[in-house]
């Protein structure tokens, strides 16, 4: 046997996986029945969930798409990547910006697995996979900065994970570590569920009862705390559907913004 072979993180498909689950909501392949069980479980009381996924996801396209082709970004950290699907950061950013580097962050070895087989980079451009712990910021940090030069603006894109860190204190203090590591010009992108319904308040409630990793619902007030001492590129602070949209769709309880460092 390899060391290959040997350092391959187990999978036990009996066992609701996060990133599983919400792949499956986004329609993707990558999952298991126990993941689909939770999933429908949770379509069961929100059955607009799955469609909400994929319209989070949208809102992250955008999000690169203005920072790499209208605000000229052209370096990324992508904290808590989850399973690759399609268009993903560094997909979006280099199809504007062909020489764009990204650095994807997560600490699942089963995204890892996938993300070293799938995230792969144009060649004008640089992308590369950090194995951490978002909690864990000075290590994201000097990993990420093997590929990507803090002296230059980042773009540092939170998409629907802050939500799994359940003090507030604690995903604050994450968000002003890497935004006080970046120069001015640097960017915030993030995205996450507020409790703006009892079937969002449900549906949280049997996630967490199933998944292995809880997601705890923030009020926009909490939400917009994460902004603070930066610009909001308008509209601001809405939800994902309203942030720059390019076709009509209905209100989600996935909130969004970007804003960027003075």
């Known amino acids: ?21 919400w792949n ?28 909400n996924a994929r319209l989070s996801r949208a809102f992250l396209n955008r999000a690169v798409r203005y920072l790499a082709a209208e605000a000229g970004v052209r370096q990324f950290l992508d904290i808590g990547t989850g399973l690759p699907t399609a268009n993903n950061t560094h997909e979006v950013a280099q199809s504007a910006a062909p020489e764009s580097r990204i650095v994807y962050v997560d600490n699942d070895p089963l995204v890892l697995t996938h993300a070293r087989a799938l995230l792969t980079s144009r060649p004008e451009g640089l992308t590369s996979y950090v194995d951490a712990d978002m909690h864990d910021m000075d290590l994201v940090l000097r990993e990420a ?42 960017y915030l992108a ?19 009862e199933s998944a ?27 939800p994902v559907t309203r942030w720059r949209p390019e076709t009509e769709a209905r209100e989600v309880e996935q909130y969004g913004g970007v804003g960027r460092k003075p």
């Open 145 to 186: 900065a093997r590929t990507l030069d803090f002296s230059e603006p980042v773009a540092i894109l939170f998409m629907g994970v802050l939500g799994h860190v359940e003090k507030d204190s604690v995903a604050q203090g994450m968000v002003s570590k890497a935004m006080d590591a970046v120069p001015s010009g640097s």
């Open 1 to 21: 046997m390899s060391n290959d072979e040997q350092k391959a993180p187990q999978l036990d498909t009996s066992i609701p996986h996060t990133a599983r689950i």
């Open 190 to 208: 993030l995205y996450d569920s507020a409790p703006v319904s009892p079937e969002v308040v449900e549906a949280a409630r049997i996630w967490n």
């Open 24 to 51: 499956y909501l986004l329609g993707g392949k990558d999952n298991f029945a126990a993941d689909r069980a939770v999933g429908d479980q949770i379509l069961v009381g929100q059955p607009e969930l799955a469609e």
């Open 212 to 238: 292995a990793l809880p997601y705890h619902l923030r009020s926009t007030d909490r939400l917009a705390q994460f902004f603070e001492g930066l610009e909001l590129v308008e509209p601001g602070l809405v």
